[in-house]
């Protein structure tokens, strides 16, 4: 993917001047690539929902839709971030490993009002019973059943950090093999009030090869193609997410979506042709979203003590409140600097003045830390870059320490800024 870094600065350095920081900008240039990326590997007629999860920002999700995706969410407060960004119920998928009543009646709702979702995909026969519950109480029936996905557990072994391995046998999530029979019973069978129509799977995120993918789609497939004997309808494979993003530190060799689309062919072959699924679908959240996002942070203080190894140490003012991976999963994410005592500076080379630095976030925890960059000389005031910050940044961030929320800007072409979201208040803490 290109690195669009340098055309973006100017932005990033007018967008932190006009919102103040800490403030989150997603690059629409950076975007599009991605979301084409996407689309040439799953071209249509696959199915492709943006995972909300991975940013939840109405403005964002909108420019996402506009590039050919829909909506998967795991919350009526997803979805109700999916409707404001314009799409459709048709468009918007529902899954999640906790649903409440709520969220179940307001799936029934939807379909009874003639406004379903595509579909929702449950994780249990307990749930699948309280979904079934609810539909025959709302007197559901023929094609206004709601579309239910059955999530199936593939008990692979995701080449992924543990905390994003979800498609493990040991993991919460999903119906092991032998359990999704009973809980289409338990859903009210085949004749019920829910319609049943395919799997769903998510091996994990992140992924840094493509085998466990494999083996679980080819598990998906033999789950499907039994079930598919007795319903026609039950036509389709919905693969999740999970295309990595080349990180700082790793050797850049993570798959690409390509390499993922690639094995596809050869999976659906080794299923007879009238078991084969028809509908197939992809939930994609980081690698649409990462690389574009860039949280920016002021230089707060450098401490005269120097930080470990006579490194300079410099605290900035975003930290892990705005953005938890570091300190959650160790992430790394490139920190550059915009300005170098009070200048514009390039960003996308490190300059004959940068030394190891130790980046240092404003929150009262030693876990605060977003690790050693090669940086100019910073002084008070001057701004940097936090890369690759558009995934599970500003929706996983919190008001810790008393943080209201930080601003969201788009890059749009011709270098202008849009406000996308203001920053919290300190009103809205209270
Ligand atoms: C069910 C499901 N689908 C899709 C995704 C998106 O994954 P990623 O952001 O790795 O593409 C997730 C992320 O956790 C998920 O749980």
Not at 34 to 57: G, M
Not at 248 to 274: H, I, K, N
Request: a positive charge.
């Amino acid at each position: 993917m290109t690195d669009r870094i340098r055309e973006a600065a100017d932005g990033l350095r007018a967008a932190a001047r006009r919102h103040g920081t800490p403030l989150y900008a997603t690059d629409l240039a950076a975007l599009d690539d991605a979301a084409a990326e996407i689309r040439a590997a799953f071209p249509d007629p696959w199915l492709r929902a943006f995972s909300v999860k991975a940013n939840d920002v109405p403005a964002v999700v909108a420019a996402i839709a506009a590039r050919g995706f829909g909506a998967n969410v795991v919350s009526r407060g997803e979805w109700a971030v999916a409707r404001r960004a314009g799409l459709a119920d048709a468009e918007i998928t529902l899954e999640g490993i906790g649903k409440t009543d709520a969220d179940l009646r307001a799936v029934v709702r939807a379909a009874a009002t003639g406004h379903p979702l595509r579909w929702v995909a449950i994780e249990s026969a307990d749930e699948a019973r309280a979904l079934g519950a609810l539909a025959r109480a709302a007197r559901l029936a023929g094609a206004s059943r709601p579309e239910v996905l059955l999530r199936l557990n593939p008990a692979v072994a995701p080449e992924t950090h543990h905390g994003l391995a979800v498609g493990a046998a040991r993991s919460k999530f999903g119906l092991a093999d032998d359990e999704v029979a009973s809980a289409i019973e338990a859903g009210g069978g085949w004749a019920g009030p829910l319609r049943w129509r395919g799997i769903h799977l998510h091996v994990g995120s992140q992924l840094g090869a493509v085998d466990a993918w494999r083996d679980a789609v080819r598990r998906a497939l033999a789950v499907g193609a039994l079930l598919r004997r007795d319903d026609a309808d039950f036509d389709t494979l919905d693969v999740g997410g999970g295309f990595p993003v080349a990180v700082d530190g790793d050797d850049g060799t993570v798959p690409s979506p390509a390499r993922f689309a690639a094995e596809v062919p050869a999976l659906l072959a080794s299923v007879s042709e009238a078991r084969r699924p028809t509908r197939l679908a992809i939930e994609p959240g980081r690698y649409l979203v990462a690389r574009s996002g860039y949280l920016v942070a002021r230089v707060l203080h450098v401490r005269a003590r120097r930080g470990p190894d006579g490194r300079p140490l410099v605290v900035i003012d975003a930290g892990m409140a705005e953005l938890v991976r570091p300190a959650l999963f160790g992430a790394r994410h490139r920190v550059v600097a915009l300005t170098s005592g009070g200048r514009p500076v390039d960003p996308g080379a490190a300059g004959a003045e940068a030394v190891p630095t130790a980046v240092e976030g404003p929150i009262c925890e030693s876990t605060d830390t977003l690790g050693t960059h090669d940086l100019p000389p910073l002084q008070r005031g001057d701004l940097v870059a936090i890369r690759d910050a558009g995934a599970y940044g500003a929706s996983m961030s919190s008001r810790y320490n008393g943080r209201p929320r930080p601003p969201q800007v788009l890059l749009a072409a011709g270098g202008r800024v849009e406000l996308a979201r203001r920053r919290g208040t300190l009103g809205s803490l209270a």
